[in-house]
Structure formats: structure tokens, C-alpha cells
């Protein structure tokens, strides 16, 4: 693969069947992810809410016309740092027969330079602590651990 000619691009519904699809074929996906076909009705309500809602972007990586990579990005005001935005990163993932070429990182430079374009001061991601590899991996693109993050499942 020649990554200088991978594209990026807001999803489209077509696009929802290969992003279910990755999002489920990696060892903790496969734990709360369930493809199959036809998808689950609130894959297709997601996608609505995210595609109609102008601070939510799920974002494509493309070599030619095949899917390679995925990501969301959010865009939220906050009243700290003077009223700020900020730009969160979820739901990264490459193709498995494509890992380890440099798509995960221009995924997230992609995320970075469109942060910046939308005017925030920051990037903020999570991991999950069960991914020490990807957390490393967060690191060499810049970002630092400088908070303990919490979650609760309800």
C-alpha cells in the first residue's frame, strides 16, 4: 500500500456496514460490537445522529475505494479555558489486513489538523487501559497522560 495515496472523508451511510465491521474485528471490540447483517438498528440511529449533527464528524480513511480506517471526532464547547473547544477522538480503528503501515497515525494527524481548522485548543482521546500497545502509540503522536480518566457503564 502506498499511503500517500490514502483520502480521507466524512462517512456516508453505505459506509456503516465496513465500519461495524472493523470496529468489531479487534480483541476488545469483538467483546461490545456485534456485526452482523443486517446491522442493529441503533448503528443506523448513531450514524443519523452523527451525520445531522455539525459537531460530530466519522471520518474515513480511504486507498482508492476501499475503507482502510475509521474515526469520530467530536467538537465541544467548554466554559474552562475561556470558553475553549476542545476536540475528542473515539472509535480509532484500521483495518486489520492494514495495521502497522502508518494509517492509525494519519488517521490522527488528519483529527489534529481538522481540530485546528475548527479553531480548538486541544485533542483529548482515551484508551483503554487493556491496550498498553495503543497507548504507547498515542504518546509517540504527542499526547500525554496527563489526567486519570473515569468511566461508568450504565
Known amino acids: 500500500m502506498n499511503t500517500n495515496q490514502v483520502t480521507f472523508r466524512e462517512a456516508t451511510i453505505q459506509d456503516l456496514d465496513r465500519i461495524v465491521y472493523m470496529l468489531a474485528d479487534d480483541v476488545l471490540g469483538n467483546k461490545r460490537e456485534l456485526y452482523k447483517q443486517p446491522l442493529l438498528e441503533s448503528y443506523i440511529k448513531a450514524f443519523q445522529s452523527i451525520n445531522s449533527d455539525p459537531n460530530n464528524e466519522l471520518i474515513v480513511a480511504c486507498y482508492g475505494k476501499e475503507i482502510v480506517?475509521?474515526?469520530?471526532?467530536?467538537f465541544t464547547p467548554y466554559i474552562t479555558y475561556q470558553g475553549g473547544w476542545r476536540a475528542t477522538i473515539e472509535g480509532v480503528r484500521t483495518a486489520s489486513s492494514e495495521r502497522g503501515k502508518g494509517i492509525g497515525s494519519m488517521l490522527i494527524q488528519w483529527?489534529?489538523?481538522?481540530?485546528?481548522?475548527?479553531?480548538?485548543?486541544?485533542?483529548?482521546?482515551?484508551?483503554?487501559?487493556?491496550?498498553?500497545?495503543?497507548l504507547h502509540f498515542y504518546e509517540k503522536l504527542g499526547f500525554n497522560a496527563s489526567h486519570q480518566g473515569l468511566k461508568m457503564h450504565l
Do not use: F, S, W
Open 69 to 74: 480506517g475509521v474515526q469520530q471526532i467530536t
Open 111 to 134: 483529527a489534529i489538523q481538522r481540530a485546528k481548522e475548527r479553531g480548538c485548543h486541544m485533542v483529548q482521546l482515551t484508551t483503554d487501559k487493556n491496550r498498553p500497545e495503543a
